[in-house]
């Protein structure tokens, strides 16, 4: 999905994590990865996961498979606010599209399948 952003959004974030994020790079090993421990923390802001309410989680993935020599990390809602104003207006159309696509419940679980289904608030 990356190769789809603009140019002029790719510097821009680019910047700004080369600015904010330090991602752990762990040597190839056979232990297990401490999920608890790369995502104990914001990346970005270094607030603890206890302090915040929202958040997004990334892993680095070739195919379906967790690349191990880089880490999963948490980036909360305060830094992704930084981050939106700097996506331009074609990447975020694309972005948009990608998540109505495939994230968007769809609408007919909404929809009563009877009328009992229905809830009324009186």
């Known amino acids: 999905?990356?190769?789809?952003f603009s140019t002029d959004s790719l510097a821009k974030i680019d910047a700004y994590f080369s600015e904010h994020l330090v991602l752990n790079t762990i040597p190839l090993q056979k232990?297990?990865?401490?999920?608890?421990q790369c995502?104990?923390?914001c990346a970005v802001k270094k607030t603890s996961i206890t302090e915040i309410t929202n958040y997004q989680i990334y892993g680095h993935f070739h195919g379906n498979?967790?690349?191990k020599s880089i880490s999963p990390y948490l980036i909360s809602q305060s830094?992704?606010?930084?981050?939106?104003?700097?996506?331009?207006n074609d990447t975020q159309d694309m972005?948009?599209?990608?998540?109505?696509?495939h994230l968007n419940p769809d609408p007919e679980m909404f929809v009563p399948k009877q009328p009992s289904d229905q809830l009324i608030f009186i």
């Open 1 to 4: 999905m990356r190769q789809e």
């Open 31 to 36: 232990n297990p990865i401490n999920i608890d």
């Open 39 to 41: 995502l104990a923390q």
């Open 65 to 67: 498979k967790l690349i």
């Open 79 to 88: 830094a992704i606010e930084e981050i939106i104003p700097l996506i331009s």
């Open 95 to 101: 972005l948009n599209d990608f998540y109505n696509r």
